[in-house]
């Protein structure tokens, strides 16, 4: 990876850090202040693995942090594809957030994915061969505080969308077949979803949690619609489940700014969860 690409991405963050600096879980705010930066997880360093922040689920015995393994995504398409899609939800959210008036909340989603995710995974996206796509992350992340309109914000966000769909298509083989692969990714997303919503089980009064678990709701539809069509041609029962999965998803989490009440219940979506893994592990 080269110097140059690197330093830029941390310069940039680190400049708009210095702008206010935002507490962990904020409430809703008029404008932005200054992106979060979060305590990175202690790792062996000669296993490198993404760390998913503070606000990814971490929550005493409920296993809502993940990490993905910047090895095995360059060799397997679900870690690849589900590092890309992490990251996406964070830009769902944050723009959604931005756009309903919690712009503090969601101008903090767009900085998370770079230290969190997106640093570790550039030699990964090197090494396939993709075009990367930090300088396009850090100018949506640092445009909240440079004063640029929220035509320009929500451009900039469309750029890095369009830029993981780009790196999508540089996923590896792996040997496994469209519908299992996609299966597999579709499933991680609604059970991080639901982990989430774990998480406010115990801490009713927490906004983070809710809105990472709103873009993995976001992002999960999002990919059910571009792909489950593959998964219904293999197991039409197991395609119609994951719809299923997906509408109980946004109705526990109906939009971007958390409501008052929550109706949902975690404990049946990690079950459901449970009953798409076993059904996508079916699939070759």
């Known amino acids: 990876m080269g110097i140059t690409r690197h330093t830029r991405i941390w310069t940039s963050a680190g400049t708009a850090a210095l702008l206010g600096g935002l507490a962990g879980c904020s409430g809703p705010s008029e404008a932005p202040t200054g992106p979060e930066t979060h305590q990175e997880s202690v790792v062996n360093p000669a ?9 990814e689920g971490e929550s005493a015995g409920s296993g809502g942090e993940f990490g993905i393994d910047p ?8 870690v690849f594809l589900i590092a890309l899609e992490v ?18 909340a969601g101008a903090e989603m767009f900085a998370h994915p770079i230290s969190e995710i997106y640093i570790d995974f550039e030699p990964v996206l090197e090494a396939r061969a993709a075009p990367l796509f930090g300088d396009t992350m850090t100018d949506a992340s640092v445009a909240p505080y440079s004063g640029e309109s929220d035509e320009a914000i929500a451009a900039h966000v469309a750029d890095v969308v369009a830029a993981i769909d780009t790196a999508s298509a540089y996923a590896p083989e792996g040997g496994m077949s469209p519908a299992g692969v996609h299966a597999r990714v579709l499933v991680d997303l609604v059970e991080r979803a639901a982990l989430q919503y774990e998480v406010l089980a115990t801490n009713p009064d927490a906004h983070e949690p809710y809105l990472d678990g709103y873009g993995f709701s976001r992002a999960a539809r999002r990919y059910a619609g571009n792909h489950l069509e593959r998964v219904a041609q293999v197991d039409p029962d197991l395609a119609l489940l994951f719809g299923q999965a997906v509408t109980t998803l ?9 409501p008052q009440h929550l109706d949902g219940d975690s404990a049946a979506m990690l079950a459901l969860a449970a009953q798409l893994q076993q059904g996508s592990d079916a699939l070759d």
């Open 87 to 104: 990251m996406r939800a964070h830009y769902l959210a944050g723009i959604d957030a931005f756009e309903a008036g919690d712009r503090t």
């Open 71 to 78: 090895a095995e995504a360059g060799r397997d398409p679900v």
């Open 47 to 55: 296993v490198p693995a993404f760390s998913e922040g503070e606000g």
């Open 250 to 258: 946004e109705r526990a989490f109906p939009s971007a700014t958390r």
